[in-house]
């Protein structure tokens, strides 16, 4: 089936320290999204990507689509301890409106 | 307006009752998503709902779950007798009317379900 693969599973980074997550499709993506979690919270989108090739910044996020539309990465730059949270990337396989989320990269930060 | 909208946020059912978990959608929102999250796991895609349809089921057991999005009220998802295995956050998300990229999703706060 349809699967959004995401690693690593966990990070742990010194504050200061960058952090990158990478997400691959078994399929192609007529998008790509990206939530964060906070812990005991619920997932926030973040941005969404849409073209081959696509590179977005939020700050210190760095999001980028692959020209195949199969695989997307997020990294921070000089991460904070407020970036701690759980990274999700989403996509919608095909043209079909089901959103599958890959299984999330937990980040950790310590100061 | 108001955001997505779950109650419960918690419930805590015996062994071989049933749970309902409810969502609104945000003002406008004519799509719904329910997603099922273990502790420390990932949101796991149970079903997709339009205005009085079910446009994809792929990730709902076939027996004991069941989900509705009427024409008028909350999405419902349903859980009969449930089972410790059962326990788990229940996530809902609305989005609006896709466009050719599609749109984000709004998530709601949860709903923390135990079984005991």
């Known amino acids: 089936g349809q699967q959004v693969m995401q690693i690593p599973q966990y990070q742990h980074v010194q504050e200061g320290e960058d952090f990158t997550t990478y997400c691959n499709s078994s399929?192609?993506?007529?998008?790509i999204q990206w939530y964060k979690q906070r812990p005991g919270g619920h997932p926030v989108f973040l941005i969404q990507?849409?073209?081959?090739?696509e590179v977005k910044k939020q700050k210190r996020l760095t999001f980028q689509f692959g020209e195949a539309k199969k695989n997307s990465s997020l990294h921070i730059t000089a991460t904070q301890t407020t970036d701690v949270g759980t990274y999700f990337c989403?996509?919608?396989?095909?043209?079909?409106?089901?959103?599958?989320f890959g299984q999330g990269t937990t980040l950790q930060v310590k100061p | 307006n108001a955001g997505v909208m779950q109650n419960p946020r918690h419930l805590v059912r015996r062994r071989g009752q049933e749970a309902r978990l409810r969502c609104s959608p945000m003002?406008?929102?004519?799509?719904v998503y329910w997603y099922r999250q273990l502790p420390e796991e990932g949101l796991k895609f149970m079903v997709y709902?339009?205005?009085?349809?079910?446009?994809?089921e792929s990730g709902m057991p076939k027996e004991r779950f069941s989900a509705e999005f009427p024409k008028e009220g909350p999405s419902i998802l349903r859980i009969q007798q449930v089972v410790r295995g059962d326990s788990a956050a229940y996530f809902c998300?609305?989005?609006?009317?896709?466009?050719?990229?599609?749109?984000?999703?709004?998530f709601g706060q949860g709903t923390r379900l135990t079984v005991v």
């Open positions: 003002k406008g929102h004519s799509h």
């Open positions: 998300a609305s989005s609006p009317t896709l466009g050719p990229g599609g749109t984000e999703a709004f």
């Open positions: 990507l849409v073209k081959s090739g």
């Open positions: 399929t192609t993506l007529s998008n």
């Open positions: 709902l339009q205005k009085e349809n079910i446009i994809d």
């Open positions: 989403a996509g919608r396989p095909g043209n079909t409106g089901k959103l599958i």
